[in-house]
Nanobody, 124 residues
């Protein structure tokens, strides 16, 4: 089992920045792909970013590419999501997820382990 705990959400004005953190425990962190997903009210959960455990390759949705950066610190068992130039449409609950898979990292069904989520609200 893997336990994931997100932190760092909050209220920010449009154009501002936030850094989300996700601390993992329970199993060897190095061999997990890690992803961030988000869900806005009355919308489906959507892919935001992911980082593989093979070579540390990163993947982003088109809507956040160039504004968000995902990174991982294996020594701290933590994955981060640095969010800049935030827009009101980025408002959502952000979830951290983990998987031993190496592919299909944009698909939430690939990830069996999920955190409880952290709210990000961007005001106009």
């Amino acid at each position: 089992q893997v336990q994931l705990v997100e932190s760092g959400g909050g209220l920010v004005q449009a154009g501002g920045s936030l850094r989300l953190s996700c601390a993992a425990s329970g199993r060897t962190f190095n061999y997990f792909a890690l992803g961030w997903f988000r869900q806005a009210p009355e919308k489906e959960r959507e892919f935001v970013a992911a980082v593989s455990w093979i070579g540390g390759s990163t993947y982003y949705s088109d809507s956040v590419k160039g504004r968000f950066t995902i990174s991982r610190d294996n020594a701290k068992n933590t994955v981060y999501l640095e969010m800049t130039s935030l827009k009101p449409e980025d408002t959502a609950i952000y979830y951290c997820a983990a998987a031993t898979a190496a592919y299909s990292l944009r698909d939430p069904s690939t990830f069996p382990y999920w955190g409880q989520g952290t709210q990000v609200t961007v005001s106009p």
